[in-house]
């Protein structure tokens, strides 16, 4: 490929990955939506209906590992129409499901189908476009989830309202596996095997990394608040203004849609701020998950339902999220050149299993006995500790990337390598 344009048919890659990783997200929130139906016809708890969203985010943070490592070694392109067909089939299943444990079944068949496709599509798109555009084009495909939430949210919400939940966790299943079968007409590239794995060097490297350590706990605690957000909160504006299920659901997305916002902002402010002083990349974060445990408490804990506690949910979920892209940055900057996608692969395990997988259950173990609406209150507190790791990993971050640059300063950064498949042309 040439080194200073996309290949001919990037954007037709860019567009199809684009939509299944809106899909990809949309199938994991639809369910959220149908919680009420749920809830009255199943009588499930709270801790029940968190744990059909944490069943699922704990599978993707198990099978993501050794499933990359599967795709590292076959054909992307037909790794990805496979996986999009597996977490489409399982969606549908969802919808046919006779009890609660068929249900959970489906869920963890939808979790192993999506376990490996944000390493696969990052893969594929690096190898389609330049160097010099794989920032840009790498953070539009991982910004596409935040939108799949929103339109999970709404859809399902609108469709279980009308034609009941089984419907509503269904309703992707055709354009995901549409989606998945054109994916096959794109052209493929080879894969380049690393010579060993490096995800074990990689783990230690970023635990013994002080910077590292503390803006992966930093994201970690930040995803619990925001897992939470996004899992229950239609359902306290069901019950808070007395919404139905649609009109909860499309509330909910206006306010989540605030976190793509959040994402984008963050991480410019970041890294303009970060010319002056490489720290501010952990210090801006640490500042806005200030914001959203004081956002957000306020919101759940002291404000009364009305305009207010709206204003303060919606600047919650934008500076809920605005620590991925600078987290991110850290992770692969404070490690040697050739682990930076072990490195990548490592953050997205811990966010899933600490984070996404816990902030669900938790927040619905604890409204079983404190009430919703306070447990929303009380778990938006982590972001102070998450504002205490964010800046404690700020303190060495300089130093830890000056020393991870001087251990490569021979290797060119952004030029092909064959011992990276994930930097090399195809």
């Known amino acids: 490929m040439d080194d200073d344009a996309p290949a001919p048919h990037a954007g037709r890659t860019l567009a199809l990955l684009l939509a299944l990783m809106v899909v990809d997200l949309a199938d994991r929130q639809v369910l959220v939506a149908a919680f009420p139906q749920l809830r009255a016809e199943w009588g499930l708890t709270d801790t029940e209906l968190g744990a059909l969203v944490s069943v699922l985010t704990l599978t993707v943070a198990l099978a993501a590992m050794p499933v990359a490592a599967w795709v590292d070694r076959r054909s ?13 089939v399982a969606a549908a299943a969802s919808g046919w499901a006779q009890g609660y444990g068929q249900l959970l ?78 994916v096959l007409r794109l ?34 605690l930040l995803l619990v608040v925001a897992s ?19 009109a909860a659901g499309a509330l909910a997305a206006g306010v989540l849609l605030a976190g793509v916002a959040g994402t984008v902002a963050g ?25 959203t445990a004081l956002l957000l408490g306020l919101g759940f804990g002291v404000a009364p339902p009305g305009v207010l506690q709206l204003a303060l949910l919606l600047a919650g979920a934008a500076t809920t999220t ?27 395990v811990a966010q899933n299993l600490l984070g996404l997988t816990i902030g669900p259950v938790l927040t619905g173990a604890l409204a079983d006995r404190i009430g919703l609406t306070t447990a929303l209150a009380a778990v938006s507190l982590l972001g102070l500790v998450a504002a205490a790791s964010l800046w404690s990993g700020a303190r060495s971050y300089p130093r830890d990337r000056a020393a991870a640059a001087a251990a490569a300063e021979t290797v060119p950064d952004d030029g092909p390598r064959p011992a990276d498949p994930v930097l090399r042309d195809g």
Request: proline content about 7%; aromatic content about 6%.
């Open 76 to 88: 992307r392109v037909r790794a990805i129409a496979l996986m999009g067909t597996v977490w489409s």
């Open 105 to 182: 079944a489906a869920r963890v068949g939808v979790g192993a189908g999506q376990a490996g496709y944000g390493p696969a599509g990052a893969a594929l798109l690096a190898t389609a476009f330049p160097a010099r555009h794989r920032a840009t084009v790498l953070g539009a495909f991982y910004a596409a989830g935040p939108l799949g939430v929103v339109l999970g949210t709404a859809l399902g919400g609108v469709v279980a309202a009308t034609w009941g939940w089984r419907w509503a966790v269904g309703v992707l299943a055709v354009p995901g596996l549409l989606l998945a079968l054109a």
């Open 187 to 220: 052209p493929d590239h080879p894969t380049v095997r690393p010579e060993r794995s490096r995800t074990r060097p990689a783990a230690v490297a970023l635990l013994r990394t002080p910077s590292a350590a503390g803006a992966i706990a930093g994201a970690v």
């Open 228 to 246: 939470a957000l996004y899992t229950w909160l239609p359902s306290h504006l069901g019950v808070a203004y007395g919404l139905g299920g649609a």
């Open 267 to 291: 991480a410019l402010v970041a890294d303009r701020l970060a010319r002056r002083d490489p720290r501010y990349r952990l210090l801006v974060p640490a500042v806005t998950a200030t914001a």
């Open 322 to 348: 605005a620590a991925v892209g600078p987290v991110a940055a850290v992770v692969v900057d404070v490690v040697h050149i050739g682990q930076r996608a072990s490195a990548a692969a490592v953050l997205v």
